[in-house]
């Protein structure tokens, strides 16, 4: 049964800390990305992989760091330099190159800092 | 500046009745357009997609019309059912991008019995 997990569900961090989001895709795509969502918002990519060891920055990278060390694995870490964490974090995955462009997501970590 | 945009917020309509959801873009190097379908604190749902060199793509109950001179598409769903009711975001790829995705804001379909 093929698909993307992200965990956990919801999560709680104090102002200040750096919290990292766990995602995770046996769809066997090289590509991996993540979005966020704030309400109201369309989802906006913070970064994203084409092939293991390698990611660039999407058009929100400040304050996010991501790692690609193995190609069913994309974590997210959310840094205390990020100003506004509080959001809706949504991990997809797709076969690379320009044939395939359907994305397809995990369920989504909602993360809210206090 | 918005280079997907999807002007209606929301839009209810009868069940049976013709669903029509609107998506403008302002980039002439977008060569696929998707729709997705999303629930409440769930990821979006790959719906349909249409290449830029279609004018048309059909799938069951679901079609996409691209208008590429006036920069527009639109996502009719025929026959609306209740279970239609959720946030359909209009996403666009930049040629050449490898698979990069911008999206819409989205707008809430509510689908009455």
């Known amino acids: 049964d093929g698909g993307i997990t992200q965990s956990p569900k919801y999560l709680f961090r104090k102002e200040g800390q750096n919290v990292t989001l766990s995602c995770e895709q046996n769809l066997n795509h090289d590509a991996m990305y993540w979005y966020r969502q704030d309400p109201g918002q369309g989802l906006r990519l913070i970064y994203y992989?084409?092939?293991?060891?390698?990611?660039q920055k999407g058009d929100i990278a400040e304050g996010y760091s991501v790692s690609r060390e193995k190609k069913e694995s994309f974590p997210l870490t959310v840094t205390s330099a990020q100003k506004n964490p509080t959001a809706f974090y949504l991990c997809?995955?797709?076969?690379?190159?320009?044939?395939?462009?359907?994305?397809?997501f995990g369920p989504g970590t909602r993360l809210t800092v206090l | 500046d918005q280079q997907v945009k999807q002007n209606s917020p929301s839009l209810s309509v009868q069940e049976g009745r013709i669903s029509i959801l609107n998506c403008d873009y302002t980039n002439s190097m977008f060569d696929y357009f998707l729709w997705y379908k999303k629930y409440p604190a769930e990821g979006p749902t790959f719906l349909i997609s249409i290449s830029s060199i279609k004018d048309k793509n059909e799938d069951g109950r679901f079609t996409v019309f691209l208008n590429k001179s006036a920069k527009h598409l639109s996502l009719h769903i025929v026959p609306s059912q209740p279970g239609d009711s959720a946030v359909y975001f209009c996403?666009?790829?930049?040629?050449?991008?490898?698979?990069?995705?911008?999206f819409g804001k989205g707008t809430k379909l509510s689908v009455k019995p």
């Open positions: 992989s084409q092939i293991v060891n390698d990611f």
């Open positions: 997809a995955s797709s076969r690379a190159g320009t044939s395939y462009n359907e994305q397809f």
């Open positions: 996403a666009a790829r930049v040629t050449g991008s490898q698979g990069n995705l911008i």
